[in-house]
């Protein structure tokens, strides 16, 4: 046993506390990519962006994967304003304050979508009409995105930023060591309490971030089915 564990009792439980804290803020930003990679399959596909996919760097820090989904959250964030802005360019005003109309038909909405993508496209199924309505009349711009990017920006900029996310399969003390570097009670006890802070706001925001994807990406395969 650790001199430190003798001085402090509770330092085991703190320990294993933080490595679970850890592992699960890894799967919540594993499960966060892959859903950002199925949104920018669709917009890719059924809008002609051209988004690139991403994946999690093993060898890189949590911040550093935070900076790789962050930026990529912004790209969608631009393209959704650039389908507004598209609209509000080319429809008439009557027909582009349709769109955000809560009394108007949703498949009137998909319609003049679809009429303004086949202009900018060329061709567009109706697919892109619903992918574009759905995307402009949920949160998904307005608040679950901007509140995901803010705290992955707060998680990168903590004491979490600078972990490898590969020190799971180390050993217990070396994973300590990469996410502390010191075994104090108090210190252990201040760790834990921003890894539970930083884990229960980024795992709820992840949740509707990723349910508001769901939302998006079910329709498009009831469509094509």
Do not use: W
């Not at 998904?140 to 900029?157: E, M, N, R």
């Amino acid at each position: 046993m650790a001199l430190s564990d003798l001085l402090y009792p509770d330092n085991p439980k703190r320990k294993q506390e933080l490595i679970h804290l850890h592992q699960k803020l890894l799967e919540c930003m594993s499960t966060n990519f892959r859903a950002t990679n199925e949104l920018v399959g669709v917009l890719n596909e059924h809008l002609g962006c051209t988004i690139s996919h991403i994946q999690m760097r093993e060898s890189s820090t949590v911040k550093e994967n935070c900076d790789i989904i962050i930026q990529v959250m912004s790209e969608i964030q631009h393209q959704v304003q650039k389908i507004d802005s598209d609209m509000k360019e080319k429809l008439e005003p009557v027909l582009y304050q349709k769109l955000y109309d809560i009394k108007e038909p949703e498949l009137e909405k998909i319609a003049i979508a679809q009429k303004v993508f086949s202009i900018i496209l060329g061709e567009a199924t109706s697919t892109a009409g619903m992918v574009a309505i759905k995307l402009l009349g949920s949160n998904l711009l307005t608040f679950t995105v901007s509140k995901l990017i803010s705290l992955l920006a707060q998680i990168g900029a903590s004491v979490l930023g600078g972990i490898s996310i590969t020190i799971i399969g180390l050993g217990i003390e070396m994973i300590l060591h990469a996410i502390l570097g010191a075994v104090e009670r108090n210190e252990l006890l201040t760790a834990v309490r921003s890894y539970e802070k930083h884990l229960a706001e980024f795992k709820a925001a992840s949740e509707k971030y990723q349910r508001a994807i769901h939302e998006v990406t079910s329709l498009v395969r009831k469509q094509v089915q």
